[in-house]
């Protein structure tokens, strides 16, 4: 079975990704869309059965109808070009879909959402998001009761780690918040119509750099796995 990820390889962090999901399933075939075009890209999407939107820099704010705002980390055209356009494909297909820290955010501006170009200088918190000195921060999370999150992960609270700038200001129509920090901050989202878009769960923390056992980071690998492979006999067959 084969996975797409927008971004799997190039600095030490993006090293994570594939380990972690293989940590599930050691036979999935990992293909990292890093580097391609987005025909390129696109074409092979096609071949698989669920995508993963990695973290990285910043969303462009022109892409939410925000000017560039002080406070605005590195941004990347290119990248933002290739994720719209394969979220954009993976969902007309309700393919399943994992997003991750930047891929939160960039699900939530495809879909008609906002971001806070700089949380700490627009919505100031107690609440340590970003890195620092290039550790993670780590700060608590409430789990919705009821919310596919809550039934993958069977916890409805946890300790997660944090590396973001860049949040979730406006939740886009179709979405559901399924977990947030003390200081309300948007910390996981989901279809708000359940499946009927297929399988959809993003996390504005890191699984990959967490603990496996932590059922906030494990328990996710395994069921967008589960996920994907149930698409590929739906949609491909088990060849």
Same mark, same amino acid.
């Given at each position: 079975?084969?996975?797409? #990820?927008?971004?799997?390889?190039?600095?030490?962090?993006?090293?994570?990704?594939?380990?972690?999901?293989?940590?599930?399933?050691?036979?999935?075939?990992?293909?990292?869309?890093?580097?391609?075009?987005?025909?390129?890209?696109?074409? #092979?999407?096609?071949?698989?059965?669920?995508?993963?939107?990695?973290?990285?820099?910043?969303?462009?704010?022109?892409?939410?109808?925000?000017?560039?705002?002080?406070?605005?980390?590195?941004?990347?055209?290119?990248?933002?070009?290739?994720?719209?356009?394969?979220?954009?494909?993976?969902?007309?297909?309700?393919?399943?879909? #994992?997003?991750?820290?930047?891929?939160? $955010?960039?699900?939530?501006?495809?879909?008609?959402?906002?971001?806070?170009?700089? $949380?700490?200088?627009?919505?100031?918190?107690?609440?340590?998001?970003?890195?620092?000195?290039?550790?993670?921060?780590?700060?608590?999370?409430?789990?919705?009761?009821?919310?596919?999150?809550?039934?993958?992960?069977?916890?409805?609270?946890?300790?997660?780690?944090?590396?973001?700038? $860049?949040?979730?200001?406006?939740? *886009?129509?179709?979405?559901?918040?399924?977990?947030?920090?003390?200081?309300?901050?948007?910390? *996981?989202?989901?279809?708000?119509?359940?499946?009927?878009?297929?399988? #959809? *769960?993003?996390?504005?923390?890191?699984?990959?750099?967490?603990?496996?056992?932590?059922?906030?980071?494990?328990?996710?690998?395994?069921?967008?796995?589960?996920? *994907?492979?149930?698409?590929?006999?739906?949609?491909?067959?088990?060849?």
């Amino acid at each position: 079975m084969k996975v797409a #990820l927008s971004k799997a390889s190039g600095k030490a962090p993006y090293l994570n990704y594939i380990p972690w999901l293989k940590k599930a399933e050691e036979e999935i075939d990992c293909i990292d869309m890093n580097g391609r075009t987005v025909e390129e890209a696109l074409e #092979l999407l096609n071949g698989c059965s669920g995508l993963v939107l990695t973290g990285g820099p910043d969303v462009e704010p022109k892409h939410y109808k925000r000017p560039n705002a002080e406070g605005l980390g590195a941004v990347d055209a290119a990248r933002d070009e290739l994720e719209f356009a394969l979220f954009r494909r993976a969902h007309e297909r309700n393919m399943p879909i #994992l997003g991750i820290c930047r891929g939160l $955010q960039l699900i939530n501006v495809a879909l008609g959402g906002s971001l806070y170009v700089d $949380q700490p200088s627009e919505s100031p918190s107690d609440v340590e998001h970003r890195q620092l000195e290039g550790v993670d921060a780590e700060h608590h999370v409430m789990v919705e009761p009821g919310t596919l999150l809550m039934k993958v992960s069977g916890v409805t609270e946890g300790e997660v780690n944090s590396a973001h700038h $860049q949040a979730i200001e406006d939740l *886009a129509e179709g979405l559901l918040r399924s977990a947030e920090s003390p200081d309300g901050n948007v910390e *996981a989202i989901e279809w708000r119509d359940g499946g009927r878009n297929g399988f #959809l *769960a993003a996390v504005q923390w890191h699984p990959e750099r967490m603990d496996f056992s932590n059922p906030l980071s494990g328990h996710l690998a395994e069921r967008f796995l589960f996920e *994907a492979y149930s698409y590929k006999l739906l949609m491909m067959g088990d060849d």
